[in-house]
């Protein structure tokens, strides 16, 4: 999410550079983005994605069941 959990920047020095710079200016910024970014990370734990998984193991397995 640009501008919300992190910058995307094409491979330019100059503008990862601001970037950078804009990020050690704004103390604001950086706890937000930290903040909003740990947040959007938690979607992606291996418990989260692993619990997913399993109840999508659990559903398939269901659905197979009660075709038979």
Known sequence: N???DGFLVP???EEFADKIELLLDD???RK???HNARKNAEKFSAE???SKMEK?????I???NTRS
Not at 56 to 60: A, G, I, K, S
């Open 2 to 4: 640009d501008g919300i």
């Open 11 to 13: 491979l330019k020095v």
């Open 27 to 29: 103390k604001g910024l």
């Open 32 to 34: 937000r983005m930290g």
């Open 48 to 50: 989260t994605c692993g």
């Open 56 to 60: 999508l193991y659990e559903d398939t």
């Open 62 to 64: 269901n659905r197979y």
